[in-house]
């Protein structure tokens, strides 16, 4: 194979087109900054149509040049701009929405000042990204963590567009969050800094305008909190932040949702192949809510779950977690322990300091801690070690060179925008709830979130083919997102064309 280094994407189409190579034989690697985990290779899907591929070279151009040190937005933008070529083949009409649909229609950056326990103020950095409204309200997560910086939020924002559409649900795409860290805080001192950060976000959020949620660092003790200083200040008692408790506002199973989402959409790609997940070892990243409800509803349906992680490491079960080890791991987490402390309640449990769990033999993986855990050298051993299915809990958890490993092997792999799904499906049917007055049984719930990730799990499926590249979830996903988005813009009249 030819390549090519371009440093940046504004050469990309001259650097294939003046060479006269063929640009189907042709890997380009654009570089990002300094992070080699943000690297794109382009090795897929290049036609001969030098319109299409210079119409994409001037996208990621414009794209680059506005936001160049924002590597986590870009690689997000890449992975997508790349994998819809086929779409952009058959349906060149398609490319005039890209310009619109990488840039948000709103950005809010804010101060939140907060007294900590010793009386001193503290300042944190807080962000609000409205990506699309174009098929509902902006609907995505708030994330409190130390990383959290404009690009993690315009990334996830982004994703949140495509993914929101795949539900079928009416909502946009939008995200959240602060370089806040709950970890070590006093339930007293984190009360003060929610209080402070929605006393700025409120002016921007509404039932029918945004509707934010949990997400890494956000669970129900903060949304509780952000809750209580929303009524305070608006004097209003309606659905406008999602994952509330159960009894004020909130929906059964949302807590359990992305987790169980993630496992049924695995369920559904495994039958579709005459498989069963009964008897499948698994291997889990994170021990917050999704990896710990994915591996309940894994062992519900006969999986072996053998491992858990956080920042600090791995912890390995050679033989599995069983329920009551999985309790003993919860109720360590639910105190805001360490999965290392699991040792002290097992004889056989063994403790990887600072590993991922990427190197342990399983047959199904599934990454649900946080963005690029998966580099190509972990999905190499992944591949080596027997892994036939990689479904993404947490949102853009492999980079793209481990995404290139995976399909070159013939790994299923299902993106985080189709896979962890669940959770924003959930969220957008207690919005439902909210608005009717309703609350709906455990088992509607349940039953609702099932169809909706078979609906997606067919949706990307049959896409993939439609466009010629049946088994490629990646295409499937980020197509069907792409065109329901795209065809609410053009109606809109927020792109426009008069190209026949």
Same mark, same amino acid.
């Given at each position: ?18 060479? !006269? ?14 992070? =080699? !985990? ?27 040049? @506005?936001?160049?040190?924002? &590597? ?105 969050? %602060? ?40 669970? /129900? ?10 009524? @305070? ?16 506002? /909130? ?29 499948? &070892? +698994? &291997? ?52 805001? /322990?360490? %999965?290392?402390?699991?040792? *002290? ?10 590993? @991922? ?10 990454? =649900? ?29 492999? !980079? !793209? ?25 959930? =969220?957008?049917?207690?919005? *439902?709830?909210?608005?009717?007055? +309703? ?23 049959? &896409?993939?083919?439609?466009? /010629? ?16 988005? *795209? ?14």
């Amino acid at each position: 194979m030819t390549s090519f280094k371009v440093l940046r994407a504004s050469g990309l189409a001259n650097a294939l087109f003046s060479r !006269n190579v063929a640009p189907t034989t042709v890997g380009i690697r654009t570089l990002v900054g300094s992070r =080699s !985990n943000c690297d794109v290779t382009l090795t897929r899907y290049f036609s001969s149509k030098p319109n299409i591929m210079a119409t994409l070279d001037e996208v990621q151009a414009k794209v680059r040049s @506005r936001d160049p040190n924002q &590597t986590e937005f870009l690689q997000a933008v890449d992975e997508v701009l790349i994998s819809l070529k086929p779409l952009f083949d058959r349906y060149p009409k398609y490319l005039s929405v890209l310009p619109a649909v990488c840039e948000p229609e709103r950005v809010v950056q804010f101060r939140v000042p907060w007294q900590d326990d010793k009386g001193d103020i503290q300042i944190n950095r807080g962000f609000r990204v409205q990506f699309n409204q174009a098929i509902g309200p902006y609907k995505g997560g708030l994330r409190f963590h130390p990383s959290v910086n404009l690009s993690i939020i315009k990334f996830l924002g982004f994703e949140q567009i495509f993914k929101n559409a795949l539900t079928t649900l009416p909502m946009g795409g939008g995200k959240g969050g %602060c370089d806040f860290d709950p970890k070590g805080k006093t339930d007293s001192e984190v009360l003060r800094f929610c209080q402070s950060f929605m006393t700025e976000l409120f002016k921007h959020i509404g039932p029918d305008t945004d509707v934010p949620a949990g997400d890494i660092g956000v669970g /129900g003790r903060e949304i509780g909190f952000m809750f209580g200083q929303y009524k @305070r200040i608006t004097n209003c008692h309606q659905g406008v932040l999602t994952g509330k408790g159960w009894g004020w506002g /909130g929906s059964l199973i949302r807590p359990e949702a992305t987790g169980y989402g993630l496992v049924y959409a695995l369920d559904f790609a495994m039958k579709d192949v005459g498989e069963s997940l009964a008897g499948k &070892t +698994v &291997t889990l990243s994170g021990s917050g809510n999704v990896a710990q409800f994915a591996a309940e509803k894994c062992l519900e349906l006969g999986a072996t779950v053998l491992t858990f992680s956080d920042s600090a490491g791995t912890i390995y079960e050679p033989k599995g977690f069983d329920s009551k080890k999985l309790k003993q791991l919860v109720a360590i987490k639910e105190a805001r /322990g360490r %999965c290392k402390e699991y040792l *002290a309640h097992s004889k056989t449990a063994q403790y990887f300091e600072g590993k @991922r769990p990427w190197g342990v033999k399983c047959d199904v993986a599934l990454p =649900s801690a946080t963005q690029n855990e998966i580099e190509k050298a972990d999905a190499d051993s992944l591949v080596k070690n027997g892994c036939k299915y990689v479904f993404e809990g947490a949102n853009m958890p492999s !980079n !793209n060179d481990a995404i290139e490993v995976f399909k070159n092997n013939k790994v299923v792999y299902f993106p985080a925008k189709a896979a962890n799904a669940g959770g924003v499906a959930v =969220s957008g049917l207690e919005m *439902a709830q909210n608005s009717g007055r +309703v609350h709906w049984t455990r088992e509607e719930v349940d039953n609702k979130l099932k169809g909706i990730m078979e609906n997606i799990y067919t949706t990307c499926r049959d &896409t993939a083919a439609d466009l /010629g590249h049946p088994g490629d979830f990646q295409l499937g996903a980020n197509a069907a997102g792409f065109k329901k988005v *795209a065809d609410a813009m053009f109606d809109q009249g927020q792109v426009f064309t008069n190209s026949k």
